[in-house]
């Protein structure tokens, strides 16, 4: 059985869809990529799995449950977990305050999350907003374990980062997938997601325009770059 399934998902914010029937499918402990353009579906995707947008049709399953209908906290509680797109933690928090207000029990203990993420270790009694780019990255994916999902979804894992801070938290990102994490990551760095994930899901315009393994990936590179950029 798949941790996750997405089938036939239609998907929007209020009116306006977005997502016209897309297919998905992750085994526990895998990652997936999710990539494409800017505009092609990914946040809806990933905001649609965790109830955050509009469902129009089709469903999501996680272990075998059906949770198309269901709200985001009821979600959460089932063992997904979200890192957003723009981090959106808590500025007047602490790195220590944030992580807490999420914490549920399980593996990912605190200290176990600053083992992973030692600058957060450092900066744990800095206010979230005196934070770097880098550093709030990180504190939004710690955050999102710290809830001890058993599905995370990671959207836009390294955008506007510098080149140091990226490799950083891709080495973290193969760390937390050892550990057996389940991981649905939308990114942009193709060579990255290509280490990263078994599996690999290119959106065009709300649909699945190319998938493939690892082994796919590779082979038509040239294919997927084109519907990366064109």
Known sequence: MSLLEVEGLKAGYGPAQA??????????????ALMGRNGMGKTTTL???????????GAVRLAGRDITRLPPHRIARLGVGLAPEGRRIFPALTVEENLRAAARPGPWSLPRLYALFPRLA???RNMGGQLSGGEQQMLAIGRALATNPRLLLLDE?????????RAEIWAQLAAIKAEGQSIVVVDKDLAALARLAERHVVLE???????????ALRAEAGRVAKLLTV
């Open 19 to 32: 997502l016209h029937g897309v297919d998905l499918a992750l085994a526990e402990g895998e990652a997936l």
């Open 47 to 57: 905001g649609a799995i965790m109830g955050l947008a509009t469902r129009m049709g």
């Open 122 to 124: 450092e900066r744990q």
């Open 157 to 165: 894992a390294t955008e506007g980062l510098a080149p140091v801070i």
């Open 205 to 215: 315009t709300g649909r699945v325009a190319w998938r493939g393994d690892g082994a």
